[in-house]
């Protein structure tokens, strides 16, 4: 709802201009007059700051001490989908990512590639969004490029972001620090994004609308870290190939044991009827608000009350827990009591979801 709220205030303070073209042209990636009133006439409008004025070929930034560094191609389709779009799915991603590394976000680099005939009233959608997003996570696009593929090429919109943080001072997020006992908690429901946009691209209808669950999540996160600090071991979001595939990397590259309860997961229950239907397994669906956290558990309890009082954590679980036993593998015990080896993704179950 206040994304809803701020993309039409934004709306209302930068309207569409009266435009001599309604597509994307190849002339819109010449870099000349064409590329210079696109820039001017919608980028540089809508998402206007100090960085990004100096139209420069990079940005000049200051930052203090150590600094998590990320980037992120967006190629979702269909580019516009129940909760979003590829706009703000780039902004969200990219945040979450730094955050992910116990990072505060700052500053993002925006690049697009367009295909020719793409409607100027969705570009203009997408940046109005863009702007939505990075005001929102209290981010800065400071540089950028625009190129434009010739139609049949491309798929409307492709969109790559880069991203740099400032740690927070408390963040000790990596692998090594994960140790049996420690606590796995995710923050909400699983598979809704995946699910949101199946939705859209299968003509599908539900007995009410499934939406992606697209947001920053720094806030919440730089919160956690406020708080607890040096006790959350570890952090990641779920996105492709979802929580089984984020549990299976861990268990590889970490090298112990993780022990999962399925009664324990967060899902929406039309979310998960849909995934039955489809015969999809909610584990392996794409998440995009989503974030799982590895704890001590000594501080899990609180750390999962937290998180309930918080806006993005009010369906957050205790999913399972760290162990010695089978080491690099993720195990689950199912409702009925049996268990079986979560692996990694194999091939493509939604293809083209972020």
């Known amino acids: 709802m206040y994304m809803t709220q701020l993309k039409k205030s934004i709306q209302l303070q930068c309207p569409m201009p009266v435009l001599d073209f309604d597509v994307i042209t190849l002339g819109h990636g010449s870099g000349g007059l064409l590329t210079r009133k696109l820039l001017e006439s919608g980028v540089f409008e809508i998402l206007s700051n100090p960085f990004l004025n100096e139209k420069h070929d990079g940005a000049f930034l200051n930052l203090m001490g150590n600094c998590a560094f990320t980037t992120d191609s967006f190629v979702v389709s269909p580019i516009f989908f129940p909760g979003g779009n590829i706009g703000e799915l780039a902004v969200n991603g990219t945040v979450n990512d730094l955050a992910m590394c116990g990072a505060v976000p700052k500053y993002l680099s925006l690049s697009f590639i367009l295909e020719e005939g793409l409607r100027m009233e969705e570009f203009w959608e997408v940046l109005i969004s863009i702007k939505a997003a990075s005001q929102k996570a209290g981010v800065h696009v400071v540089t950028g490029d625009t190129k434009v593929v010739e139609k049949g ?191 990694m993704l194999a091939g493509d179950q939604l293809p083209r979801i972020c």
């Not at 994960?178 to 429901?189: T, V």
Request: glycine share 10%; charged share 20%.
């Open 153 to 343: 090429k491309g798929d409307k919109i492709f969109i790559n972001t880069s991203g740099i943080g400032e740690l927070h001072p408390t963040a000790a997020i990596h692998l090594n620090n994960i140790k049996a006992g420690d606590k796995i908690i995710l923050n909400g429901n699983i598979a809704t994004h995946g699910i949101a946009i199946m939705s859209v691209r299968d003509g599908l209808t539900f007995e009410s609308d499934i939406i992606s669950d697209t947001s920053a999540l720094n806030e919440t996160v730089i919160a956690l870290l406020d708080e607890f600090g040096e006790h959350i071991h570890f952090l990641r979001d779920p996105t492709r190939g979802g929580v089984a595939t984020t549990l299976s990397e861990i268990t590889r590259d970490g090298g112990l044991g993780i022990h999962i309860i399925e009664k324990e997961l967060p899902i929406d229950e039309q979310v998960a009827g849909a995934c039955e239907i489809l015969g999809l397994d909610p584990l392996y669906v794409a998440n995009e608000g989503v974030f799982m956290s590895i704890v001590d558990e000594k501080i899990a309890d609180n750390y999962l009350n937290k998180l309930k009082n918080m806006e993005q954590g009010q369906h957050a679980a205790i999913i399972g827990e760290v162990v010695t036993a089978h080491p690099k593998q993720a195990v689950l015990t199912s409702k009925i009591g049996g268990k079986r080896v979560v692996n």
